[in-house]
């Protein structure tokens, strides 16, 4: 009786194990795919700010900008978007930093 005590006792904690193993798993790849979209999201701040300051004006949403964007400022956009990556920049969506305008 002692002993099969003991081995429903071990198969518990081996579940248990398996359980913790599985959660933390789990949360791990959760924590991943909330860096990753941040990423995303980030690269498209920097877009919309960078297009912003080429235009001339800032009106807190890429949709209210009128008039065509030149190729030459599709360019610099990009390449702003890839500069905040490269620096680590973490960018608020509705706020314009112009002090970065020449950075890119």
Not at 71 to 90: N, S, V
């Amino acid at each position: 009786m002692q002993q099969r005590i003991k081995d429903i006792f071990v198969y518990l904690v081996i579940g248990a194990l398996f359980v913790a193993f599985y959660v933390w798993g789990y949360n791990t790849g959760v924590e991943r795919t909330k860096r990753v979209e941040s990423i995303v999201r980030l690269r498209e701040v920097c877009e919309r700010q960078r297009v912003m300051q080429d235009v001339g004006f800032y009106t807190g949403d890429i949709d209210n900008v009128r008039g065509d964007l030149t190729i030459a400022a599709e360019k610099k956009y990009y390449r702003w978007y890839a500069h905040c990556i490269a620096a680590g920049k973490r960018v608020d969506p509705n706020v314009i930093y112009w002090e970065d305008a020449d950075d890119g």
